[in-house]
């Protein structure tokens, strides 16, 4: 018995904890998508700085080239430049060469003076050069520094068929340094806007994107680079160097907010891939990602749950621990009362429990003292009291009066009414005379249906009698279900109801039919009137209250008792076997209920 209760407690302190795992493993799961999702507002927050600052580079870069190409002796000195180069056809003079090579000095001397100038507002410029259609260069730089006409030839960004209006790199034949961008922008005769007349080029220090990298390097394991949609211009910064990764195609999924898991370098990577903000304004095509690895975030994460964990299997084994002692004291101490109480129930009187403490068990065990010692004393209670309850049967069957002793009355009554020339009177009384017979048929619960329908031509005579023939009735019974047996008393409430509620407030006169048949596998008794019929929320209540299958204190004292009456002893007779069903007003005036029984009942 012991163990039995134990392992019940066991289960019953096992299962609480069980699903307080299954608690423990959703909270573990979210704190890891938690953890992931600030990973990835991180990241989210890390490329917008970046993409800010950058965008800033490149805004400057923008500024400084859109005042220097409208400088006037930029203009003049590469139209007039562009022009030498469509007449180059031309045989020179000696007097043509000299003034050819003055005008180029003047134009170096002028050139340099408005580069230096330029160059000087932003110290982090290595070289700011122009270079003319005809290849002259003209630069301005405080490095050792040199654009030979190779270099031209073998540029990418000086290419004719470069659209990007800005295009970078970081290893064009023109960059020459491991640590600087060389940005180019086409120049535009400003009486010529179709016609390029020469190039800006900038040659800029690192320094300061690999500030801004190194500042937002949040997590350590990033990877920052900028790229445009043409290819041309890539660059990739690991936290240690910049590299152009040439030949390499990043395979981006998404460019947004959302963060696509990329394979670069032989690592997984967390990356971010949005429009630098300079670019929308300017249309460059240039993007920035931001990726981080997916390495880390995974012992980031896995850190996490690990910790969770081990905290949680501590806390469980010590719930546990507990759950299991608690059992075990628990099962002892409900032991001591099932044992006691088996023991009470095999009567063996003066049984009582002792167990101390405050606790509903030792609450339980004081009641079942106090109840065994009033069992007890009701026992020997019941004993006295049966004494006397078979003394007062002897005392009531020695005055009990015979049924017949009624029925012999009635009779005498009817016949003293014949004498007395009163046959209303007479037949009156034969009718209850005969109800009664029915009513008491020897003590048995049910009659035929034979018998239900011969009660209910005597009920409905007494009230012709009563009523003075305010109406008619009409009984119907088929001979193929006479004998079929049935409650008593089921349909004279149903005649009663028909009586007092529909007949008597018909000021003509009413008609009762009464029926019973076959149909089907069903018997169909049936009890109509032509009275007044109900109103829709009075059939509604009546319907409802039939459904319901309750008794409720005012259906005991009001109308609606013989119905119910009917219906609850028929359900509890019958069972699924049975339906009632009212109908009233419509097309046909008063009321109609039909009783369905199964006829293999």
Known sequence: MSRTIFIKLLLLLLIPNLLLMFVIQQLTDRQVQQKASEIHNTLLGLEHAVNREIGSLFGVVTTLTNQLI????????????????????????PDAELRKLQTLYDNQAAMLSL???????????????????????????????????????????????????????????LTKESNMITIARKIYGTTMPQQ????????????????????????????????????????VYDGRQFSAEEGEVLPFAEIGDRQSDVSFRGSSWRMI?????????????????????????????KAISDSLKYGYAIFLIVALGVS??????????????????????????????TIRGNDEISIIGNTFNSMAS????????????????????????????????????????????????QPQISRMVEGLSKLFRIILSKGSETIT????????????????????????????????????????????????????????????????????????????????????????????????????GLWEEEVMSGSSYGMKNVDSRL?????????????????????RITIRIGAEQ
Not at 70 to 93: H, K, M, Y
Not at 456 to 463: F, M
Request: net charge negative.
């Open 196 to 235: 390029v007349i020469g190039h800006v080029v900038i040659n800029l220090s690192l320094n300061e994107i690999q500030s801004s990298f190194d500042t937002y390097n949040y997590f350590g394991n990033m990877i920052f680079g900028l790229y445009d949609a043409s290819g041309k211009g890539r660059m």
């Open 324 to 353: 299991l002692f608690g059992a075990t004291v628990l099962s002892r101490r409900i032991g001591r009362v099932l044992k006691a109480m088996r023991q009470f129930g095999k009567k063996q009187w003066g049984t009582r429990i």
């Open 70 to 93: 409208i400088e006037p002796d930029v203009q003049r000195i590469l139209t007039s430049s562009w022009r030498d180069r469509l007449a180059q056809g031309e045989s020179p003079t």
């Open 115 to 173: 580069l230096s100038r330029y160059r000087l507002v932003w110290t982090n410029i290595y070289s700011l050069a122009i270079i003319d259609t005809q290849g002259n260069v003209y630069l301005s730089t405080a490095q050792n520094y040199q654009i030979y006409p190779e270099d031209i030839l073998a540029s990418r960004l000086l290419k004719a068929d470069f659209d990007d209006p800005l295009p970078w790199s970081v290893n064009d034949a």
């Open 374 to 421: 009033h069992i007890e004393d009701l026992l020997e209670d019941v004993s006295v009291q049966q004494h006397l309850k078979r003394l007062f049967e002897l005392r009531v069957l020695e005055y009990q009066i015979n049924p017949h002793f009624l029925y012999n009355t009635l009779d005498t009554i009817h016949w003293l009414a014949l004498d007395s020339n």
């Open 449 to 548: 249906l034979r018998e239900e329908f011969e009660m209910i031509r005597i009920y409905l005579d007494i009230h012709k009698i009563r009523l003075e023939d305010r109406f008619d009735y009409e009984l119907r019974l088929a001979p193929e279900v006479q004998e079929y047996k049935i409650s008593k008393i089921v349909l004279q409430p149903l005649v009663e109801n028909a009586l007092l509620h529909g007949i008597r407030r018909l000021r003509t006169k009413g008609m009762i039919r009464v029926s019973g048949k076959m149909d089907g596998s069903w018997i169909v008794l049936t009890v109509s009137d032509n009275g007044v019929g109900m109103p829709e929320e009075v059939l509604a209540s009546q319907r409802c209250l039939i459904d319901s």
């Open 273 to 301: 891939v949005k429009r630098m903000e300079e670019s929308s304004a300017t249309g460059m095509r240039n993007y920035l990602f931001v990726g981080l690895d997916n390495q880390y975030i995974h012992e980031q994460t």
């Open 571 to 591: 359900k509890l007779m019958f069972g699924d076997t049975y339906r009632m069903n009212i109908e009233s007003g419509g097309p046909s005036p008063g009321t």
